[in-house]
């Protein structure tokens, strides 16, 4: 059965990217999150005073803490310096006692304790995905890709959100997994092919049911890839088989993405005394079957609203 080939001549051509999304997610949100273009914050929780600290490593407050095992907990203002600091939760004792991981020397008096949102396992590079709701209409999936982490005032500053949407203030969001802006290819051909089931009725007549497509897409640097282009690939092709990897093959079209597997091995020859690799291709293969994309002046307000985002 013959190909359907799409090479479309838009903005976005050739600037693909790659979302591997870990079944193990770094981080998710559990409280207020604010959003900017940006930057995603965490609200930190409210501090509670601190009656006195024991050693090597109990905690009393003057209320309850509403911390849990597990959590992180900021102190500050305590008057043995060894207290202040980021700590995890070691054991709840009562809703006024905790212990948490140290191993201190002496005990102490005063000062706050309070939530944090644990970001020790972010970094740049991740991915930050926000399940935005929309009235009357599915959650959409938006993404970003982490630039860098500020975990003092616990602030994520991303590149920014794929197709500049700006997720709505409270949405929850995960740290999901990596996020990969692909350099810009040689070349790229998507291809869907048609699965169709075909009855032969009475009389020569025929009933064909129609699935859907099966997507693959080869994406080729075949004049040139730096190392450091190449190392941007570095997480997304290490990954087992309870994660998910998924594909945007136009920045400008975020909701044409694709579960895919890596079709074959990967081939890799050094360009010269040059530091990069020539001949360098990704083939991909839809994990399931998809829509056909519709393209702009044939219905893609619809299809924005009910179904491409796979």
């Known amino acids: 059965m013959a190909f359907l080939s799409v090479r479309r001549s838009i903005s976005g051509e050739g600037k693909p990217r790659l979302l591997l999304r870990l079944a193990q997610k770094p981080w998710s949100s559990e409280s207020t999150t604010t959003y900017t273009s940006t930057t995603v914050t965490e609200a930190m929780g409210s501090t509670v005073t601190i009656s006195a600290s024991y050693i090597p490593d109990l905690i009393d407050f003057a209320a309850d803490h509403g911390l849990v095992a597990g959590d992180r907990i900021l102190i500050a203002g305590h008057s043995n310096s060894d207290w202040n600091g980021e700590f995890s939760v070691v054991t709840v004792e009562a809703s006024d006692q905790l212990r948490i991981d140290l191993n201190a020397a002496s005990g102490g008096s005063g000062g706050t304790g309070r939530w944090v949102p644990d970001y020790r396992n972010v970094r740049a590079g991740m991915m930050v995905e926000v399940e935005a709701t929309r009235s009357a209409l599915p959650d959409l999936a938006e993404y970003?890709?982490?630039?860098?982490?500020?975990?003092?005032?616990k602030i994520i500053t991303v590149d920014e959100w794929v197709g500049g949407v700006t997720p709505t203030a409270n949405d929850p969001y995960t740290v999901s997994g990596w996020f990969c802006?692909?350099?810009?290819?040689?070349?790229?051909?998507?291809?869907?092919?048609?699965?169709?089931?075909?009855?032969?009725?009475w009389?020569?007549?025929?009933?064909?049911?129609?699935?859907?497509?099966?997507?693959r897409a080869e994406l080729s640097w075949q004049k040139y890839l730096s190392a450091d282009d190449l190392q941007t690939l570095h997480e997304v092709l290490n990954f087992s088989e309870d994660d998910q990897l998924i594909f945007i093959p136009h920045i400008d079209q975020p909701g044409f993405q694709y579960n895919v597997l890596f079709d074959s091995e990967l081939v890799l020859s050094s360009y010269g005394l040059a530091g990069g690799h020539r001949g360098f291709e990704l083939a991909l293969l839809g994990k399931e079957l998809c829509l056909f994309p519709i393209l702009d002046g044939y219905g893609s307000h619809y299809a924005t609203e009910y179904g491409t985002y796979l």
């Open 203 to 215: 009389r020569g007549r025929r009933e064909s049911k129609f699935y859907g497509y099966d997507y």
């Open 144 to 153: 970003a890709r982490i630039a860098s982490v500020d975990t003092t005032n």
């Open 181 to 201: 802006n692909l350099p810009v290819t040689q070349k790229m051909i998507q291809r869907f092919e048609p699965r169709h089931l075909v009855h032969e009725l």
